[in-house]
């Protein structure tokens, strides 16, 4: 298991727009699996439908998008200084779909996978379940910069 702190060593983002917690499956630059728990004290709820908060699908897109940077990441070897690495940016978005609203309280399994790359871009699915069950899913392309 990855915890924050190592996360935040992988990839650029802070609270509050870090949205994983945690990492509990990694395969080096091939698969993983992250967790969000969607906290109801966000203040994002104060203002995306207050009588009935749900959580914006793009946010969902950005924790597959920072899994897969966790990803992607982990093939620099641990102890590695990642400061001057290259960082995954989010170059497109591809046939996402959005099966079932997030709510606050609820947590976030988010599993990524690598299709394929092609020189500094790759492809990636990324799905995300809440109580097993899918609530969205598709794929992501990303460009190392």
Known sequence: MIE??????????????????????????????AVKFVDPKDPIFAGHFPAKPILPGVLLIEAVAQTAG?????????GADRSGGQVALLAAV????????????QELRIETKKLTDAGPMAYISGTVWVDGEIVASGELSVVSA
Not at 20 to 26: A, H, P, Q, S, Y
Not at 70 to 78: K, Q, T
């Open 4 to 33: 924050r702190n190592e996360i935040e060593t992988m990839i650029p983002h802070r609270p509050p727009f870090l949205w994983i917690d945690r990492v509990e499956e990694l395969e080096p630059g091939v698969r993983c699996v």
């Open 70 to 78: 966790v990803m992607l990441g982990s093939a620099v070897p641990r």
């Open 94 to 105: 591809n046939r996402f779909k959005f099966l079932k609203p997030v709510t606050p309280g």
